[in-house]
């Protein structure tokens, strides 16, 4: 407690009040295989949230904000926080609203929280990230959408006759949406091919990759066996009655052999990013539960971690991979901290040569001179300490929920562990990241 | 989703009464039941309002007033006529059931409907237009009064029906005349013949209305009705086709047919009438209307009809007796997830409260949201509804729910041990204020509160299988259980929308224990050689929903053999000896539905029966339904149940027992318990003891009701 007053009042330290989380809980995260799945974004955060909510020592309306990160609305959940909230029988009066920095949504939901609270006007906020990956929907080109559109503007048979000459069937071709999501409108590069530049650029070869990788499945089958997930994950039930438990990506026996066999997932025949150390396409949500000191005297809460500080950067699009390397850099300045206080950290696996760019940028000197602005380079980050029970590469990236898993994670894992300072980071597609430092109580 | 207090509270503006609102209400009005008054361009507003009820009813009282106020418009001669009820959440449910319990004399009846034909037809002959604007339950005479009107505009709520046929009857206020006349007559015999409600958009779909509109919109609507004239619809040429003669006589031996598979024809009178009035004057509505006054005077008289009646009466008591003025229940939790409990928490969570469920096995609670997704599918709810109903139902992998729900309700395995341990876990957890409820259909209650902290909030909760089904639900006390708790229990079950009825705890309680009576006796009489399919035309004969041996083979023959056998360690039964027939039957593990293979064998759930010609029996019927009359003396003379008018409706909705009979005690009545009682006796030397009559013939309390 004093070590974390000491954050709180620490002169750099944004005045205002503690905020706690309390609780939080995630769903299994599923794998999509091909289809939609079960469960739709909103259906992932009720899911979740029931549970958690039912186990909290408050009543449900005593929250009152709800903010939920969620980049592939559907379009009959627009505003996917307010229809959770309902759903989840937290009132009429539940003011909800969601947020979208694509793959730092579920991370931004909890800074935007953490700062109501700090800043004295919220108490007690349910604060989450969710998507279903597999609901991503199938649209029209633009171009068919014009031709129907004339089609309608038709007035004769003849006329209308006349347009079907101009139709070309290519223009039906269904785009994915989720092909177009993770692909940078700008820079027109997928996401995967940003991490190629960085593998390139810091010379990440293929087997340091897929060792990250194989460590990601590893440390995740490590922590179902070891059910370090017991509590994070809240199962659920289908309405066809299938249970899910557990996250079903991980795979405890791969190997530097089998990933090897793996082709170039985004630049055939000679790239190096494969679809084995990359992140999964998922389905899942996760929340938190944020309180000021007043709500954790109120109805006697058990805080586990306090939310320090936050930090947010931006770099170019095409090397949106090593973002997390500023904002980082960024937390850790507000902070006077020394990267070598942080005794965790979880660092979101979009790309395995993403994370290990970001590695390589933390202990280059000249790099951190010249671009962090710090005379020395930043530290070395001993790989024991960062993403211990996996991360997407094994469990998989339902895009909006992903800050808000390795936040939740953060906090469980240095409980387990019994240490005190964690710092969870992500790299967002378009060339952001967000950065949280927490601490445990 | 339930609304929220402002909406809730600003939604009570929502009724438009047009110039009722303004007008003077309460004092000086001349009618006791009517609401009236005119508005600008001359358009006579009339809400029926009656007095002292929540829901509008047909009564005399009503009709004669309606007579007056036909006296003024005729000499007014307004614009218009808008007919609308004022009451917040429905139309007008239909004549008052009481006041045909009362019914004496033939001749009475006919002057009474002729009078009320009289006036509402004189409602239908006035020369203004009139709209009936309605909302909420329109059922019976109410939808009749609308009838009347030239158009009838619904609220999206509203919901139409001729419920008549269920008891006993068919329509008599002239609905059987103006709806087939009015609509598609073999839709509006089929509506009437199964006394099916339908929502607005059918009803639309049907012609029985001719626009669904929101509330919001009634001013407007009833303005253009007015002002651009009002078209009337010639019935289409399908329609007058089929009111020929010929048309008819074919269409009516189809419904006979249909009706049959339905209903034994010779138990339920009223549909017969129904079709030989429209087979016979279904080109007439004058003619049509006059038969229907004969008809429906005939029918009021028959047994049939008063017994239903009185079913239906005891149903109102039992809603009653649930209306205990408890705080409405919020949240409930359920521990085991077995087919009681899943269906428990289905239907509760159907109902609109919040359900936890609970199972060691959590693969249990995934069936169980299965099975509540199945039951949205079976009742048709939109997607919306059953994702509200799936949302409102908890998995609860840690039993939590235990600490935060209003009545945690126990469905584990029939064994004390396992339920004294879940007692103690929730009892621990529990709030001070909650009630612990038990689902046990065989261990008396005594036995399960032994250690329980706090017995007096201790309470049994006896659903039957299956819970959307069986309106029923044994409300099971104990010695050491308060009165607010039973109390709280029957409400509880009331919110739920199922019938509750104490009962002491002891074996089997009421219901089961009746039942086993007949459920033994039929499979004494099978080791006898009777074959089943003998046994079964017997029953059904006599008005059982199903015969004794395919109802043991659905239930499970594991189950039933478990039941007598825990009930004849408790009861004692006069000879001791189980029947052997299904002891085997259950050694080779041939359960009945389930395995496929009982009594009978079983094809997509269907028993395949011998067919037998053999006529049936009385001397059978009595063997089957005498000992359950007996056991049911039985229990009153034990206390099990105090009220025998609640033990006729116990039957009636605990166990099918033939409806149009009133209740097994009631059917003593009408036979007569000398005859009974000589029978029994009889049966006592022929087969043996278990039939000689239990004392309690001789208790004066119960004679008096027999009488």
């Not at chain 1, 971690?305 to 960024?330: F, H, Q, Y």
């Not at chain 2, 004294?420 to 876990?425: A, G, K, P, R």
């Amino acid at each position: 407690m004093t070590d974390s007053s000491e954050g709180i009042n620490s002169p750099t330290h944004p005045s205002g009040r503690p905020v706690y989380i309390i609780d939080g809980a995630r769903t299994p995260f599923l794998k999509v295989r091909g289809k939609p799945g079960p469960f739709s974004p909103v259906d992932l955060a009720v899911l979740c949230g029931r549970p958690l909510l039912l186990r909290q020592m408050f009543p449900k309306n005593a929250i009152d904000q709800v903010i939920l990160g969620c980049v592939n609305v559907l379009a009959n959940e627009m505003n996917p926080a307010r229809i959770a909230a309902l759903r989840l029988g937290m009132g009429e009066t539940m003011r909800a609203f969601t947020v979208q920095i694509n793959c730092g949504s579920g991370m931004l939901s909890v800074d935007i929280g953490y700062r109501m609270i700090r800043e004295g006007s919220r108490e007690l906020i349910l604060a989450g990230g969710t998507d279903s990956l597999s609901h991503a929907p199938v649209q029209f080109k633009q171009s068919a959408i014009e031709w129907l559109a004339d089609l309608r503007g038709a007035g004769s048979f003849k006329k209308r006759a006349q347009h079907f000459r101009d139709l070309h069937p290519t223009d039906f071709k269904p785009e994915i949406a989720l092909q177009s999501g993770l692909t940078d409108p700008l820079a027109g590069l997928s996401m995967g091919e940003t991490a190629e530049i960085l593998a390139h650029l810091f010379s990440i070869s293929r087997d340091e990759a897929d060792l990250f990788a194989i460590n990601s499945h590893h440390r995740l089958a490590q922590a179902q066996k070891g059910g370090f997930l017991n509590g994070e994950i809240e199962p659920m039930i289908s309405t066809e009655g299938e249970l899910f438990d557990q996250d079903d990506g991980v795979r405890p026996d791969c190997s530097l052999a089998s990933l090897a066999k793996l082709k170039p997932a985004f630049e055939k025949p000679f790239g190096q990013v494969t679809a084995g150390n990359s992140s999964q396409v998922t389905d899942g949500a996760s929340w938190v539960i944020l309180a000021s000191e007043a709500m954790v005297k109120k109805y006697a809460l058990n805080p586990r971690a306090v939310i320090i500080d936050s930090a947010w950067s931006a770099i170019d699009p095409e090397i949106m991979g090593l973002a997390p390397v500023m904002s980082i850099a960024a937390l850790l300045d507000q902070q006077v901290r020394e990267f070598d206080k942080i005794d965790l950290w979880e660092i979101n696996e979009a790309f395995a040569s993403q994370v290990l760019a970001c590695l390589k940028a933390f202990e280059c000197a000249e790099f951190c001179r010249q671009f962090l602005d710090c005379q020395s380079p930043l530290g070395r980050l001993n790989q024991d300490r960062l993403n211990v029970d996996g991360g997407a590469i094994s469990l998989g990236h339902p895009v909006g929920a992903s800050g808000n898993r390795i936040v939740l994670h953060l906090v469980n894992a240095l409980q387990r562990l019994n240490l005190k300072r964690g710092i969870a980071s992500e790299c967002i597609g378009g060339g952001q990241s967000g950065a949280m430092l927490i601490e445990t109580i | 989703m339930s609304y929220g207090k402002l909406y809730m509270s600003i939604l009570e503006r929502e009724q438009e009464l047009g110039p009722l609102e303004t007008s003077q209400s309460g004092q000086g009005r001349p009618w006791q039941h009517w609401q009236m008054a005119g508005d600008a361009q001359g358009v006579v507003w009339l809400a029926l309002d009656e007095k002292g009820r929540e829901v509008n009813t047909i009564t005399q009282a009503v009709l004669d007033e309606l007579n007056d106020i036909l006296d003024k418009l005729d000499h007014d001669q307004p614009k218009g006529l808008v007919l609308r009820s004022a009451k917040r959440t429905n139309f007008c449910v239909g004549a008052d059931i009481n006041q045909f319990q009362k019914v004496v004399h033939g001749q009475d009846i006919t002057d009474q409907l002729r009078k009320a034909h009289e006036i509402v037809g004189r409602l239908a002959d006035i020369s203004i237009p009139t709209i009936a604007i309605i909302h909420g339950n329109c059922l019976g005479g109410g939808l009749e009064l609308a009838l009347c009107c030239d158009h009838r505009l619904a609220i999206g709520n509203a919901r139409m029906g001729l419920p008549e046929i269920l008891l006993g009857l068919h329509p008599g206020l002239g609905g059987t005349a103006r709806l087939t006349s009015l609509i598609d007559p073999l839709k509006a015999m089929t509506l009437m013949l199964t006394g099916r409600s339908v929502d607005a958009n059918r009803a639309k779909a049907l012609g029985l209305v001719d626009k669904v509109i929101e509330e919001r919109h009634v001013l407007k609507a009833v303005d253009t009705l007015v002002n651009k004239g009002l078209r009337t619809k010639h019935a289409s040429l399908k329609n007058r086709l089929l009111a020929t003669k010929p048309a008819r006589r074919l269409e009516a031996r189809q419904m006979r047919s249909k009706t049959a598979e339905k209903v034994n024809m010779a138990h339920y009178p009223a549909p017969e009438a129904l079709i030989a009035l429209w087979e016979d004057h279904g080109e007439d509505i004058d003619a049509m209307l006059q038969a229907e006054v004969q008809s429906f005077a005939k029918l009021l008289q028959s047994s049939t009809a008063q017994n239903l009646i009185r079913v239906f009466s005891l149903r109102e008591a039992m809603k009653r007796a649930a209306k205990t003025g408890a705080e409405a229940f919020q949240h409930i939790h359920v521990i085991g997830a077995g087919s009681m409990g899943r269906d428990i928490a289905a239907w509760c969570s159907y109902k609109g409260l919040q359900v936890t469920i609970f199972d060691r096995d959590f693969n249990m609670v995934a069936r169980a949201v299965k099975s509540t997704a199945e039951m949205c599918a079976a009742k048709h709810l939109p997607h919306n509804v059953t994702r509200e109903v799936l949302d409102r139902l908890i998995p609860d992998r840690y039993n939590l729910g235990v600490a935060s729900a209003d009545l945690v309700i126990e469905a584990v395995p029939e064994e004390i041990g396992i339920k004294q341990t879940v007692y103690s876990h929730a009892e621990a957890k529990m709030r001070p204020d909650a009630l612990l409820a038990t689902n046990t259909s065989s261990i008396p209650l005594e036995e399960l509160a032994k250690q329980l902290k706090k017995p007096e909030q201790f309470v049994g909760l006896h659903f039957f299988n299956p819970v959307s089904k069986m309106q029923l639900v044994e409300v099971v006390g104990h010695r050491r259980a308060d009165q607010q708790t039973i109390a709280n229990a029957k409400a509880f079950v009331g919110q739920i929308d199922r019938l509750p009825v104490e009962v002491a705890s002891s074996a089997g309680f009421l219901v089961n224990r009746i039942l086993s009576a007949y459920l033994l006796e039929a499979m004494q009489m099978v080791d006898e050689g009777v074959p089943p399919e003998q046994l079964d035309a017997a029953a059904e004969d006599f008005g059982m929903p199903v015969g004794p041996i395919e109802l043991a083979d659905r239930v499970g023959l594991d189950i039933c053999l478990h039941v007598a056998e825990t009930l004849s360690g408790q009861l004692s039964f006069p000879e001791g000896s189980l029947p052997g027939k299904i002891r085997e039957l259950v050694e080779k593990d041939w359960n009945g539905l389930k395995s496929g293979q009982g009594f009978y064998r079983w094809q997509a759930d269907k028993p395949e029966k011998q067919k037998d010609n053999s006529p049936v029996s009385k001397e059978h019927i009595d063997r089957l339904i005498l000992p359950m009359i007996n056991s049911c003396v039985a229990c009153l003379r034990e206390g099990v149940i105090v009220d025998p008018e609640l033990l006729d409706g116990a039957m009636v909705f605990g166990a099918g027992f033939a409806p149009f009979r009133g209740g097994p005690l009631h059917y003593v009545r009408k036979r007569g318990s000398e005859d009974i009682l000589t029978t029994l006796e009889r049966f006592a030397e022929k087969y043996g003891e278990r039939f000689r009559p239990d004392p309690g013939w001789q208790d004066l309390r119960i004679v008096d009701f027999l009488e």
